[in-house]
């Protein structure tokens, strides 16, 4: 089993920045790909970015591209997602995920096998 901890969520207002965290523990693997997504009320989840463990290749979703930055700290098996200029639109309850198997990025969520609780994250206009 593996246990994503997701932090750092909150209420900030438009142009402003967060920076999320996603702690793994349990049986972990060097080798992996990790992925932030999202989910706003009435919406579906959408994929935000994702990262490979080791290499760090990245992928992002078109709405993220420029203002969020995903990376790892491969010592703390910890994924983070630095996001700036926030939008009202980024309004979502943010979900961590990880991916075994293989370290191809994927944006399909049925593709991660383990994920977080979440954090909520609020842009105010």
Known sequence: QVQLVESGGGLVQTGGSLRLSCAASGRTSSSNVMGWFRQAPGKEREFVAAITRPFSNTQYADSARGRFTISMDNAKNTAYLQMSSLKPEDTALYYCAV??????????????????????????S
């Open 99 to 124: 991916k075994y198997g293989s370290t191809l990025l994927n944006m399909a969520a049925v593709a991660y096998n383990y994920w977080g609780q979440g954090t909520q994250v609020t842009v105010s």
